[in-house]
T-cell receptor, first 110, second 114 residues
Framework: GQNIDQPTEMTATEGAIVQINCTYQTSGFNGLFWYQQHAGEAPTFLSYNVLDGLEEKGRFSSFLSRSKGYSYLLLKELQMKDSASYLCALANQAGTALIFGKGTTLSVSS | SQTIHQWPATLVQPVGSPLSLECTVEGTSNPNLYWYRQAAGRGLQLLFYSVGIGQISSEVPQNLSASRPQDRQFILSSKKLLLSDSGFYLC?????????????FGSGTQLSVL
């Protein structure tokens, strides 16, 4: 099976940097995803890591360490619109679906 | 470009009534299709996925069923709704066979069972 852990809530201020951690246990690794979800809306894709290291995409970066079962999402230059839930997800063992963590709700204040 | 349509956006149903949620994808062929549910405090839970017409995999035992009568149509059903079926239902698709199951979600249906 698979297990994914993320902090439930985080707070930060505009312009700051925040790191959202995700730890996981899985018997077969097929990639790790991060999604953003605003309240009442569908999740949208942010990043995908399958190899160890850092993937940078504008203000957002995602890091993966397969040996440690650990990933983080780094958000720089925070804006109010970044207030949302951030979902860590693993591909299932068959590589046919994503299993999501419960998500981290980020609140950005001015 | 690919689009995914899911309806209705909101639904209020009494306990014991039937349910039918429909999802269609345009602009792609042979997609993988998914139904997820998001209930308060429980995160996004995979309910069903399909890799082809008539092929349905169920991830959790439940009061719901899914069908895929056409390549780009995915239907979520129940014969008798329970209070615990309330939640935000999301349909999604991905490109088949990539090994990178990036999901594209529909806009969701907020179901309240009363």
């Amino acid at each position: 099976g698979q297990n994914i852990d993320q902090p439930t809530e985080m707070t930060a201020t505009e312009g700051a940097i925040v790191q959202i951690n995700c730890t996981y246990q899985t018997s077969g690794f097929n990639g790790l995803f991060w999604y953003q979800q605003h309240a009442g809306e569908a999740p949208t894709f942010l990043s995908y890591n399958v190899l160890d290291g850092l993937e940078e995409k504008g203000r957002f970066s995602s890091f993966l360490s397969r040996s440690k079962g650990y990933s983080y999402l780094l958000l720089k230059e925070l804006q109010m619109k970044d207030s949302a839930s951030y979902l860590c997800a693993l591909a299932n063992q068959a590589g046919t679906a994503l299993i999501f963590g419960k998500g981290t709700t980020l609140s950005v204040s001015s | 470009s690919q689009t995914i349509h899911q309806w209705p956006a909101t639904l209020v149903q009494p306990v014991g009534s039937p349910l039918s949620l429909e999802c269609t994808v345009e602009g792609t062929s042979n997609p993988n299709l998914y139904w997820y549910r998001q209930a308060a405090g429980r995160g996004l839970q995979l309910l069903f996925y399909s890799v082809g017409i008539g092929q349905i995999s169920s991830e959790v035992p439940q009061n719901l069923s899914a069908s895929r009568p056409q390549d780009r149509q995915f239907i979520l059903s129940s014969k008798k709704l329970l209070l615990s079926d309330s939640g935000f239902y999301l349909c999604a698709w991905s490109v088949r066979g990539t090994g990178n199951e990036k999901l594209f979600f529909g806009s969701g249906t907020q179901l309240s069972v009363l």
